[in-house]
């Protein structure tokens, strides 16, 4: 099993910056392919970038590329995502989402049911 906590989220005006983390603890030491999603009120859940299990390969979703960046540290346990030049409609509860991988499986896949674990998720509101 595996354990994720999200953190880093809060209030920022329109075009500021927020950082969100993904720590992931449990006891499989296994290789990890993790994404974020986010949901806002009244919409469906939708993903916003994700990471292989290397960090070889990175995937966005067309409203965020050139604005986020996804990460992750050397040992894979944390995953950053860097969110800059923020807008309203990046509002929304973003939670962080892990599934097991073999090593051919070094790509991002944004198909939610595909993950297994699934943080508490963190609020980031974004203010005009």
């Known amino acids: 099993q595996v354990q994720l906590r999200e953190s880093g989220g809060g209030l920022v005006q329109a075009g500021g910056s927020l950082r969100l983390s993904c720590t992931a603890s449990?006891?499989?030491?296994?290789?990890?392919?993790v994404t974020w999603f986010r949901q806002s009120p009244g919409q469906e859940r939708e993903s916003v970038a994700g990471?292989?299990?290397?960090?070889?390969?990175?995937a966005y979703e067309d409203s965020v590329k050139g604005r986020f960046t996804i990460s992750r540290d050397d040992a894979g346990t944390t995953v950053t995502l860097q969110m800059n030049g923020l807008k309203l409609e990046d509002t929304g509860v973003y939670y962080c989402?892990?599934?097991?991988?073999?090593?051919?499986?070094?790509?991002?896949?944004?198909?939610?049911?595909?993950?297994?674990?699934w943080g508490q998720g963190t609020q980031v509101t974004v203010s005009s």
């Open positions: 449990g006891s499989e030491k296994r290789r990890l392919a």
């Open positions: 990471i292989s299990w290397s960090g070889r390969s990175t």
């Open positions: 989402a892990a599934r097991f991988v073999d090593y051919a499986t070094d790509y991002v896949d944004f198909i939610d049911e595909e993950y297994d674990f």
